[in-house]
């Protein structure tokens, strides 16, 4: 597929366009604003497309990062704006943090990838205080295939949404957020034969693979990152509570609790989606599985509360 299809409304009337947009019609797309050219003001009307009359526009799929670059400008103003839906806000934000994580594993270092990784918790915290059932609308999204940059997405927006149901501050949120976004950021100094391998690591690989946590705290730390409320996190959500994990072997008390949180969300979303060598648990067999089998390495006070969290969402 040459063009992809992006919302009209993440496009702003007579904002400068860098790059093409087409309109599908029948055998070919045809050229509407041409890359460099001020969106006109009524165009809107017009960008209905073959074959339903769908209001949408098309750029060339090699243009994908010129759009997110573009659509980082508005994006405070569109997840404020009252005429998009939060289905169609949800998607948006969706699709654009995946996105950005994406490139973000591939390029750990880029400042400009990490501000706007920054930027899109702020965003995210706006629908999720603008609307109830944001979280659930966004979790609707998720991919059910297990992709490392999804899984990040998927793992900061329930740990976001766990702390707003728990009543946290704004700053907690944006916190934990940004931690549980990047909490796996330091997989991507971990070899790709290890990292994409379809199966079970055998024991050396899983030693290798157990240095990402303080390679992730490494990366932030590059980044002139000090909060010890996202570093913490960010090195310890592979801890366990009897102090059997890794990579400081903590026990609870020693802890973070956003980091508590974010192992909680981490195999909970783990679990409720696909790998190459397992199946998709439901919410409620995941939930049920981390209670026989995990509760000694998790925050029991805190696991109960995420199952009643997640009681709320599926009612919502
Ligand atoms: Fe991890």
Redesign the pocket.
């Known amino acids: 597929m040459s063009h992809v299809k992006i919302p009209l409304f993440a496009i702003k009337p007579e904002s400068a366009i860098p790059f093409n947009l087409f309109r599908k019609e029948e055998d070919h797309y045809a050229l509407v604003v041409e890359d460099g050219d001020i969106f006109p003001k009524n165009l809107s009307n017009l960008m209905l497309n073959y074959p339903n009359n769908e209001p949408c526009v098309y750029l060339h799929k090699k243009d994908k990062p010129k759009y997110y670059a573009y659509l980082e400008n508005f994006l405070g103003k569109i997840t404020q704006d009252t005429e998009v839906s939060v289905k169609e806000k949800s998607a948006l934000i969706y699709d654009f943090a995946a996105n950005t994580l994406d490139n973000l594993f591939q390029n750990p270092e880029s400042k400009e990838l990490m501000n706007r990784s920054k930027n899109l918790i702020l965003n995210t915290i706006n629908i999720i205080f603008a609307h109830d059932n944001s979280v659930k609308s966004m979790m609707e999204i998720s991919s059910h295939d297990y992709y490392t940059y999804t899984h990040s997405v998927d793992v900061s927006l329930f740990s976001m949404g766990f702390v707003n149901y728990l009543n946290y501050s704004y700053d907690d949120m944006a916190n934990i957020g940004y931690a549980a976004l990047l ?2 950021i330091g ?1 991507s100094k971990i070899p790709l034969e290890i990292l994409n391998k379809k199966a079970l690591l055998a024991s050396d690989e899983f030693e290798i693979m157990k240095h ?2 303080k390679y992730g705290c490494e990366i932030l730390q590059f980044h002139g990152e000090k909060n010890n409320d996202i570093l913490n996190p960010v090195r310890h ?2 801890e366990k509570a009897l102090g059997t994990g890794y990579p400081d072997k903590l026990i609870a008390t020693k802890t973070h609790e956003f980091a508590k949180i974010i192992a909680i969300a ?1 195999i909970f979303s783990a679990l409720t989606t696909k790998r190459s060598y397992k199946e998709a648990y439901s919410s409620f067999n995941a939930l049920q599985l981390m209670k026989n089998d995990m509760l000694h390495d998790l925050d029991k006070h805190l696991f109960f509360e995420f199952v009643k969290f997640m009681t709320t969402i599926s009612r919502q």
């Open positions: 909490h796996d997989k990402h946590p959500h592979h981490d």
